[in-house]
């Protein structure tokens, strides 16, 4: 059986980006069994990258697996982490996800919701390209540093 291609290509200048490096970092640590020793780290990255072709393979609706509900939250801790980085402010993401693929990932900063998404098909989450992930992800960011700022005090408490 032969392995599918990988649509990260190495030497992508978008590897280098902030969320590339931290959600790098999230998968890593996640790994308790070395799965991804050796792995290069467009392979590591590539299967966040949900091309039309890979979505079509995909049902519909399904539940989503153990490794689909990792990346969820490697995304999402990665999200506070750069949060924490932009703002000197502890940040803390939250995640309920059902079995369904369905729920809410939060990132708290003090008593502040800093990041309120609403997940839905989990079993399919992904971005369409390593630029779509910068840019979807440079919103969320802008948008919460710009609500800590607005509401420092909250975000302080």
Avoid: C
């Avoid at 978008?14 to 890593?28: A, G, H």
């Avoid at 490794?67 to 402010?89: C, D």
């Amino acid at each position: 059986m032969s392995q599918p291609a990988l649509v990260v290509e190495a030497g992508d200048p978008l590897m280098t980006s902030d969320i590339v490096v931290e959600m790098l970092k999230q998968l890593r640590a996640m790994d308790t069994y070395d799965t991804y020793e050796g792995w290069s780290e467009e392979k590591i990255i590539d299967p966040l990258i949900m091309t039309k072709e890979r979505k079509r393979e995909i049902p519909i609706v399904g539940d989503p697996d153990e490794i689909t509900l990792a990346r969820v939250k490697a995304y999402y801790n990665a999200i506070a982490s750069l949060v924490e980085k932009r703002t000197g402010l502890m940040a803390v993401p939250v995640i309920n996800i059902t079995h369904e693929g369905f729920g809410r990932a939060l990132v708290l900063v003090g008593k502040l919701i800093a990041v309120d998404k609403v997940l839905r098909d989990v079993h399919r989450f992904g971005f369409g390209s390593l630029e779509e992930l910068n840019e979807k992800t440079d919103k969320i960011l802008d948008k919460a540093v710009g609500l800590i700022e607005q509401y420092k005090e909250v975000a302080e408490a």
